[in-house]
């Protein structure tokens, strides 16, 4: 794969040669904090797998700066479809670590009700971040068919849609991205090539050169940053929202960065991740990189840093104890919401089931009838 | 347009559309441009009598390959004899060139007890294992992904042997376009990918199609190189063909080829086109008629004589027509083959069902000789 | 005789192919350096090249799509699919192709593969790493449809699938992968597919079941033994085709029958053996049969140990079925 120059915004010096990123000083701190909230995040949760009090995470070291920047493009009125690595998109827009923290738990207080995996979040306020699905790609056509919604509606809404450099392959991009192009869809794709799809390298994925490239077969302008850069990334989504709220239709972004971790925590890098790979994408880590460009302004000192972590690590240390403390999700969860009314075949197993815990003794509180 | 270096530049063109010659030509032999002219000529015919039979209700279903025939008989007539053929509903063609029996060709639309495919297909889905023309399913897109694999396979077991995968402009949106691609891209497996644009997916033009119209440009996205060619000059389709299965066999990896031409008829027997498209456009292609483009060019240099072509055409009709008639007199499919070739052997429960079936039929008199009961 | 866990097992069948077959290749996510996501295929990149054993790019669709292509050209694809979850992308050519392609080529053109994947719960992996979609796959004429239950089952039975001449899907319930250790020869041997296995005999009560059920339905009959009714326990291992008459037989001895699966209920397998009983054996019967089954729900994370029957839920079903 030859390597195409990615737009860079922040220089080595933390310059950005006149680049103006429409953000007020709040809101360029707000950027920084929610970088250093993510890895705090991102910290507790595998301690917390670690410990075995959950069973599941996702690392999100090393690609901060993609999420947080393309994030930071997006208006409370867009849509977000996620990958299951986005944290940082969900905590910029205002979601609560705890409410976060409840899905890690799989407890009763989590939006899916501990259905999914941790993870898989889904929220509708402060801005839609659609419900995660573990098979890859499959969330790209329905972020186009929803652009497309609003679009006929008279809505003015983005969607967002981040997929990783593996979710290329699949056949949900594929689709999304032919469909879009066809009915000029106001959806910004953005593929978060963070160099691995678990353990197939980049290079192995596809023959091409990089991937902004694969726009051009569904004739939509592809572009190419650098992920670590969030003033590059946000840059590109914000242009690219531009293009799409003015009817020119959808973008796809390629963000290079680099997985710092495994996979999840249940994979083990060392085996196919050479070392001098990590150590040479540890010296471009994004939330450095942001800081030069922040004391350049004038905004940044080490204190702040320092002054900033202790509150997101309270914070996040709060919501997990917060959400440890809740319980599992009543037996009732497993029968509700496969549809809108439970039918009654559903009913009795249900019943049947209450029937069986309640004997065993493990049920739930709430009564010898079924609840529901 | 250079491919890579091993290959020599692949022209647009050769033949303008009044059969003038537009770029210098590749030195051919006389007897095979005549041998061309005859394929494409046995493809017309072949598919007007189909047409004539399926109006007339004695076979049930044509996808008319009219105004495509130097498209598919060009690229194909670039294949070697080692080389597979991985087709849509269009090629039937050029499977008679490459050599199946107009016999089985006609068994297979009757879908009679001569069919290979033992009339378990609908019409028009051809195989010829002795030319490696396998059977198409009819969900579109799906055989790109098989020549893929057969394509990989070659490669692993070190036998030089180019997979020619073709498929239309609409299966470009299908699956296996995606997938396939990119594995080839990625293996660089010996493929040449030929996309037969012919503007329409029966009634979805190309503009509903894609956002990219230059179906070539598809290729840059599997790091593969593409190129397009006029469709309707036979020689162009067969020279740009030449080239990328040479490079494909030297182990330069996959190319995609589109061919850009136009289905003069509807999308199938079953389909009116005029409710879709102008028929300002079906004129404008009838104008381009890859055959008598072809014909005018081997006039002018003359290798057919005036009138030599009627007799050609009076010639292979016949042959058609007594081959028609040979496949109509057919025996009717023994009813065994409803439950055989499901598995190597007949597993219990289907041989159960089957005799279920069977004394069934017995009783209301529909069984005919040989289709006795299974050994449970 | 060497002690395996399940997962060793398949590993050690598919190792024995290879070196046996020079045809065999296994390809699929992460199957090369990292050996599979539950470590299936370690070892075999080392051992037998990259040309081997090889990862793809993240798509179920070529790698099914592919694998076809490769069998009819000769040489014998051993697909995996991460989760079974993930073969949805591949429903198309595996339903569509594969196991029609005998068929509509009249004979001339096959696809003899192997689809190996994990399926199932007990791994905490909510709705898509835990689904038992093996009704989806046997109501799917041409294709084989295996799942083991021990050790000495998946290696007898994979060595078998990938000699078979006809597609197989080769379903592996990853709760086993390491619960459960046994015997394994070493070398080559086969266990014949579309074989039952009688894991325990008895005489009052049939219990069909498979793959990760078997231990629970195991230790269910136990638990019935103790208030003294026998039961006879039977590993389907073969969905499709199944041993017919080694069910019919078995549901002839005791009259009493409880099917179990991980599966949902409805139009699951449990109710092809319903119905079969019910066209075949309704005369022998002294008590209706029952089904003990994932419910009709999406598989849920949390609680997924109330969604999979558990032995008290089968043991309930057999002491029903006893006392009716
Ligand atoms: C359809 C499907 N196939 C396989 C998987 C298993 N799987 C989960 S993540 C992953 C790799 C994804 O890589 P990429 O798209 O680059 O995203 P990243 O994890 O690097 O962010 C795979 C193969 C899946 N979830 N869905
Ligand atoms: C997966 C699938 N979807 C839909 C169809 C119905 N169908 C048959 S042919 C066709 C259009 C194909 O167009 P194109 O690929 O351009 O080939 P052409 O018919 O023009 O040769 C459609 C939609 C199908 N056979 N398979
Ligand atoms: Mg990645
Ligand atoms: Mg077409």
């Not at chain 2, 044509?62 to 849509?88: K, N, Y």
């Not at chain 3, 075999?44 to 009819?72: K, V, W, Y």
Request: charged letters at 20%; one cysteine or more; a negative charge.
């Amino acid at each position: 794969m030859k390597a195409t120059e990615p737009l860079q915004v922040i220089d080595s010096k933390g310059g950005v040669n006149g680049y103006d990123p429409g953000l007020s000083e709040d809101e360029l701190m707000h950027c920084y904090r929610t970088m250093l909230a993510v890895r705090a995040f991102d910290a507790i949760c595998l301690k917390l797998q670690r410990s075995g009090r959950i069973g599941f995470s996702i690392p999100n070291e090393g690609i901060e700066a993609t999420q947080v920047g393309a994030a930071s493009a997006m208006k409370k009125t867009d849509w977000i479809f996620p990958s299951y690595r986005d944290f940082g998109m969900a905590l910029y827009h205002g979601v609560k670590p705890v409410d976060m923290m409840h899905n890690m738990f799989g407890n009763a207080s989590d939006n899916s009700r501990g259905r999914q995996m941790p993870v898989h979040f889904t929220f509708v306020e402060p801005i839609k971040f659609v419900s995660i699905s573990s098979p890859i790609g499959t969330h790209l056509p329905q972020a186009v068919g929803a652009a497309f919604a609003a679009q006929r509606r008279g809505e003015d809404m983005v969607a967002l849609c981040s997929f990783g450099d593996g979710g290329t392959s699949s056949l949900g991009f594929h689709s999304a991205l032919n469909f879009a192009g066809v009915w000029k869809a106001p959806v910004v794709f953005l593929c978060q090539n963070n160099g691995w799809a678990i353990s197939c390298p980049a290079e192995e994925q596809t023959a091409s050169d990089g991937f902004a490239i694969k726009a051009d077969a569904y004739g939509m302008p592809g572009v190419v940053v650098d992920g670590n850069d969030l003033l590059a990334v946000r840059k590109a989504v914000v242009e690219a929202t531009e293009a799409a709220r003015a009817g020119k239709g959808p973008t796809l972004i390629e963000a290079k960065t680099f997985r710092m971790g495994g996979h999840s925590t249940s994979d083990d890098p060392s085996g196919y991740v050479p070392k001098e790979v990590f150590d040479e994408w540890r010296k471009k880590d994004p939330i450095k990189r942001f800081e030069t460009y922040l004391a350049a302004s004038g905004l940044w000192t080490p204190e702040k840093r320092a002054e900033l972590e202790k509150e997101v690590d309270a914070e996040v240390s709060a919501a997990a104890k917060d959400a440890q403390a809740v319980g599992p999700p009543p037996l009732e969860t497993v029968f509700s919401d496969v549809y809108a009314e439970i039918p009654a075949h559903i009913r009795a197993q249900g019943q049947a089931a209450f029937d069986l815990a309640t004997r065993k003794g493990d049920a739930q509180s709430g009564g010898g009838e079924f609840p529901l | 347009m250079t491919i890579v270096d091993s290959t020599s530049e692949i022209r647009e063109q050769y033949l303008g559309a009044d059969g003038a010659v537009t770029s210098e030509l590749p030195d051919y032999d006389d007897a095979w441009l005549r041998d061309i002219f005859v394929h494409l000529l046995r493809v017309r015919c072949v598919d007007q009598r189909m047409l004539k039979l399926q109006r007339s209700g004695r076979i049930g279903f044509v996808g008319s390959m009219l105004g495509q025939e130097a498209a598919m008989i060009g690229t194909a007539a670039a294949l070697r004899r080692q080389d597979w053929m991985w087709s849509g509903l269009r090629e039937g063609g050029a499977a008679l060139m490459r050599g199946l029996p107009l016999s089985e060709y006609v068994a297979q639309m009757y879908c009679n007890s001569n069919d290979t495919a033992k009339g378990r297909q609908m019409c028009n889905h051809f195989q010829h294992k002795d030319s490696n023309y396998p059977s198409w399913s009819s969900v579109i897109g799906t055989q790109i992904a098989h020549g893929v694999g057969a394509a990989f396979a070659a490669k692993r077991k070190g036998v030089d042997e180019v997979h020619a995968v073709y498929f239309g402009d609409g299966a470009t949106s299908s699956n296996p376009f995606h997938s396939a691609m990119n594995f080839a891209g990625v293996w660089k497996a010996p493929v040449v990918f030929v996309c037969v644009n012919n503007g329409w997916a029966i009634s979805v033009p190309a503009s509903q199609q894609t956002a990219q119209p230059d179906y070539a440009r598809k290729a840059a996205a599997y790091g593969m190189p593409g190129v397009t060619v006029d469709g309707n000059d036979v020689l162009a389709c067969c020279e740009a063909s030449k080239a990328l299965v040479e490079r494909a066999s030297a182990g330069h990896g996959p190319a995609l080829l589109v061919v850009n031409t136009y289905r003069l008829m509807g999308h199938s027997s079953s389909d009116d086109p005029t409710k879709y498209r102008d028929a300002d456009e079906v004129d404008s292609w009838e104008k381009r008629d890859p055959i008598a483009r072809y014909k005018k060019f081997l006039e002018t240099r003359g290798l057919l004589a005036e009138g030599e072509a009627d007799t050609i055409e009076a010639s292979l009709l016949a042959e058609i027509d007594s081959t028609v008639h040979a496949e109509e007199a057919a025996q009717p499919m023994p009813l065994k083959s409803l439950v055989e070739d499901v598995y190597a052997d007949v597993p219990r429960h289907l041989r159960a069902q089957y005799n279920e079936f069977l004394r069934v039929a017995e009783r209301f008199g529909d069984a005919q000789r040989g289709d006795g009961a299974f050994p449970l | 005789m060497p002690t395996l866990t399940l997962i060793q097992a398949v590993n050690d069948g598919l190792h024995t192919s290879m070196k046996e077959d020079p045809s065999v290749h296994v390809f699929g996510e992460d199957v090369a350096k990292k050996g599979g996501v539950f470590l299936a295929t370690e070892n075999l990149e080392t051992e037998f090249g990259t040309e081997r054993c090889f990862n793809t790019p993240l798509s179920e669709d070529g790698i099914i799509g592919t694998a076809i292509g490769m069998a009819m050209n000769g040489l014998r694809p051993v697909a995996e699919i991460q989760f079974q979850d993930f073969i949805f992308p591949a429903f198309d050519q595996i339903v569509s192709e594969a196991a029609k392609l005998r068929y509509r080529s009249g004979g001339q053109y096959t696809a003899p593969m192997v689809i190996r994947t994990p399926y199932g719960g007990g791994i905490r992996g909510g709705l898509y790493h835990s689904q038992s979609g093996e009704a989806y796959f046997c109501h799917t004429p041409g294709l084989k449809v295996v799942i083991p239950s021990t050790p000495y089952d998946a290696k007898g039975l994979l060595i078998a699938s990938i000699a078979d001449p006809d597609p197989v899907l080769f379903l592996e319930p990853k709760a086993l992968y390491r619960s459960v250790k046994g015997e394994v020869p070493e070398g080559h041997y086969t266990v014949d597919l579309s074989t039952t296995r009688d894991v325990r005999e008895g005489g009052d009560v049939t219990v069909f079941c498979y793959g990760a059920m078997v231990p629970v339905c195991t230790k269910a009959a136990e638990s019935a033994a103790e208030g003294g009714i026998e039961t006879h326990v039977v590993d389907l291992r073969t969905l499709l085709p199944l041993d017919e008459e080694a069910v019919l037989d078995a549901v002839k001895r005791t009259g009493r029958v409880v099917v179990v699966h991980e599966a949902p209920r409805f139009c699951g397998f449990g109710a092809e053996i319903s119905a079969m009983i019910a066209e075949h054996a309704i005369e022998y019967m002294e008590a209706p049969v029952i089904r003990v089954t994932g419910f009709d729900t999406p598989f849920p994370n949390t609680l997924e140990h109330h969604y999979m029957p558990d032995h008290r839920r089968v043991l309930d079903a057999i002491e029903h079925v006893y006392n009716f």
